[in-house]
Structures are given as structure tokens and as C-alpha cells.
């Protein structure tokens, strides 16, 4: 598996090494040691999660306040634009974003540590969306900055207006949003 460092050099894309024939494929989608190698730590994984998406729907820009989640995502079916966003106020890339692609094609995967925002944005006509997180979901200390915050200015691909949850319409602006130091 090969680990690339995006222009926020925490948050990674891992593209696995495919093994593909007649019959179809084979692919280590992941390896712990592999894994904390590339990232320098220890994680621990404790939740699965599986979402599935029309087109042109918009989640996020999610994370948790206390009990942080790191995340590892990926797409089994589909093709989404993936964002992070660095949230921690202490960082020089404070109100950064990176965005890729994410597809059951391309079978990358992005890791989103904690203190990063997270969103994305289904590209196809739906999408499956699976991913792995290192604390459990807290709903008392998940947040939600507005997806189209003027000062963070992510350039989403997306189509006319998104279809957004009741939360992610109300979602802070960075400047007014609980952050991390």
C-alpha cells in the first residue's frame, strides 16, 4: 500500500496494491502495522461505519469536539469528493482544506485524523461510503461548520445546490465555530 501526504501532510491517501485478473480483484484494504508506520502512532480503531448517498448530497463539515475522531475512509460503490479541513487553531495550516476524489474504482482511501473537519459530496449516483474511526460517536460533542463558509472557500464540484441535512444547513461559520488549540 502506498502512503501520499496531501498539501496538509497529516491527512494521507492510501492507495492499495490491486491484484486484478479475469476472475476480478484482490486487495489488502488494510494492514494495522502498515498503517502506524506510515503515520508515525498508535491508533486503535473502535467503529465501523457504512453510509449510502444520493447524488449531489453534501455531509458535513463534521467532527467532535471532545472524544475526537480520526478516520479512515473509503468508497465501495460510487465516487465522492472527499474533504478535511484543519480546525486546530494552534497549526500552521489552520483553515486549510485538501479534497480528493474517492471512488469504488480508484479504491483510495484518505485518513483524517483528529482535529480535521470532514465532509464530502457524492459525485455519482450514489455512493456507498465506509469508514473507520478512533472514538466512538458522540453526538453531545459532534459540530458542524457550514459547508460553503466563505474563508475556507472549498471548491466543491458540486451541481446547482446540494441536498444537506437539517444539522449541516445549520452549521457554524469557522470564525464563530468551536475549534481545536
Known sequence: MEMTPLALPEVLVLEPRVFADARGFFFESYNHRRFETAIGRNVRFVQDN??????????????????????????????????????????????????????????????????????????????????????????????????????????WPVEGEPLLSEKDLQGALLPQAELFD
Open 50 to 155: 457504512h453510509s449510502c448517498s444520493l447524488h449531489n448530497v453534501l455531509r458535513g463539515l463534521h467532527y467532535q469536539i471532545s472524544q475526537p475522531q480520526g478516520k479512515l475512509v473509503r468508497v465501495v460503490r460510487g465516487e465522492v469528493f472527499d474533504v478535511a479541513v484543519d480546525i486546530r487553531k494552534s497549526s500552521p495550516t489552520f483553515g486549510q482544506w485538501v479534497g480528493e476524489v474517492l471512488s469504488a474504482a480508484n479504491k483510495r482511501q484518505l485518513w483524517i485524523p483528529e482535529g480535521f473537519a470532514h465532509g464530502f459530496l457524492v459525485l455519482s449516483e450514489s455512493a456507498e461510503f465506509l469508514y473507520k474511526t478512533t472514538d466512538y460517536y458522540a453526538p453531545q460533542f459532534e459540530r458542524t461548520i457550514l459547508w460553503n463558509d466563505p474563508s475556507l472557500a472549498i471548491r
